[in-house]
């Protein structure tokens, strides 16, 4: 198995690496935008063959929710055009793929947790360039198996957690949004799971869900953050969507149903508060 590893250097690809190199080493190979431009469809396709790739965990991703809504090109760049080289370079040396998904392929409307099989309807740029990244791969490469997860944060890169955690020590009061509901998702928890489904006796291929269990709003776990980490000087107000503009629409509520992933790979998700803490640990003890 010689397993690549996309986007590296962001929040799931350096847990991927984590993992990886714990449980599997030097069967896997690691490239952010510096070593393979996933827009070039003849370095991906030179790339796959010189390096005899079995399976590639796709972790790249246009994610930058707001500025999706102005850089339609960059983000389609990314979460569609780059799915399309991978998904035929891959079907060239008959390499499966485990790629990267979101809940914001969903509009936010419903009153019970999403299934794979529910309607999608994305409300942002975002959403919409990674669920058309969701069909162009099923359709070029119809054994690929997608995960949509949500809310990800990790110790690395840019993600609400550390945003907070240094909101926290900066600012005397912060506003945090508390009318939209879903679920943290811890990034090692996911790359775990990656990997377990990885090592399985199976190859299930189709949609899957995956975040932590539980839910909250981003105003519960602001306070969670604040409260695990001791941060006791900032005040955490709750807001309004309405009251919090941005150039993207937010799902409402996001909560994924995870009873695919669990029930075929026999995977265990820890709750969101018990990762949280696990997060928050590593990032005060690597400082």
């Not at 796709?58 to 979460?79: G, M, P, Q």
């Not at 995960?147 to 890169?157: A, F």
């Not at 926290?168 to 996911?190: F, H, M, N, R, W």
């Amino acid at each position: 198995m010689k397993i690549l590893v996309t986007g590296a250097n962001g929040q799931l690809g350096r847990e991927m690496r984590n993992v990886l190199e714990t449980e599997n080493p030097n069967n896997a190979i690691y490239t952010d935008i510096n070593e393979l431009d996933l827009t070039n469809a003849n370095a991906i396709n030179d790339f796959f063959k010189k390096n005899e790739i079995s399976h590639v965990v796709n972790c790249a991703a246009y994610t930058a929710v707001d500025k999706a809504e102005e850089e339609k090109l960059e983000c389609d760049a990314i979460n569609i055009n780059a799915v399309k080289n991978i998904a035929n370079a891959a079907y060239s040396v008959d390499a499966k793929i485990i790629h990267i998904s979101t809940d914001y392929v969903f509009d936010g409307t419903a009153h019970r947790p999403y299934k794979e099989s529910d309607k999608v309807n994305p409300i942002s740029q975002y959403g919409t360039s990674k669920r058309k990244g969701e069909t162009a791969l099923l359709a070029l490469a119809p054994e690929s198996i997608i995960i949509r997860t949500s809310w990800l944060y990790s110790p690395y890169g840019k993600n609400f957690v550390k945003t907070m955690l240094r909101l926290g020590l900066e600012q005397s009061e912060t506003k945090v949004v508390c009318d939209q509901i879903g679920t943290p998702t811890y990034a090692l928890d996911l790359a775990k799971a990656i990997y377990k489904i990885l090592t399985s006796h199976q190859w299930v291929e189709g949609i899957f869900h995956f975040s932590n269990e539980g839910a909250c709003s981003w105003y519960d776990f602001a306070k969670s953050i604040h409260r695990i980490a001791n941060v006791s000087e900032c005040k955490i107000i709750p807001i309004s969507t309405e009251d919090y503009q941005t150039m993207a629409k937010r799902p409402f509520y996001s909560i994924l149903d995870k009873t695919r992933i669990k029930a075929t790979y026999g995977i265990d998700i820890p709750y969101w508060e018990d990762s949280l803490f696990n997060c928050i640990n590593r990032i005060i003890n690597e400082k």
